[in-house]
């Protein structure tokens, strides 16, 4: 509740005062975002291309360097909405007692 008060001209005052709502929603959050693979099993969204036939030694070993970079990426990226979330959660945990 705020209570805001206004110095007349005349040394009157008159105060006013507004309550406010606050609406706390859940952010929605793919289940995409919060899953990633790894070398034996990853996940279909953004895995590179396999190399072209025939295979040679060179190719399948810049594919695996490439492909454990997607994986690191994909877990740096979901370790951060993770952190992002348990920041959302513990702030509602503050504003709901905040209200009481």
């Known amino acids: 509740m705020t209570t805001c008060c206004v110095a007349l001209s005349l040394?009157?005052?008159a105060c006013k005062t507004t309550e406010r709502t606050i609406q706390v929603s859940t952010p929605e959050v793919p289940k995409s975002m919060l899953v990633c693979g790894d070398e034996?099993?990853?996940t279909?969204?953004?895995i590179p291309a396999a190399p072209q036939q025939p295979?040679?030694?060179k190719a399948v070993a810049a594919?695996?360097?490439l492909l454990k970079a997607v994986i690191r990426e994909c877990?740096?990226?979901k370790d951060a909405v993770e952190e992002l979330l348990n920041?959302?959660?513990l702030k509602a945990v503050e504003l709901a007692k905040a209200k009481q």
């Open 11 to 13: 040394g009157l005052s």
């Open 40 to 42: 034996n099993s990853p």
């Open 44 to 46: 279909d969204d953004g």
């Open 55 to 57: 295979y040679d030694q």
């Open 63 to 65: 594919y695996i360097v």
């Open 75 to 77: 877990h740096g990226n």
């Open 87 to 89: 920041e959302y959660q």
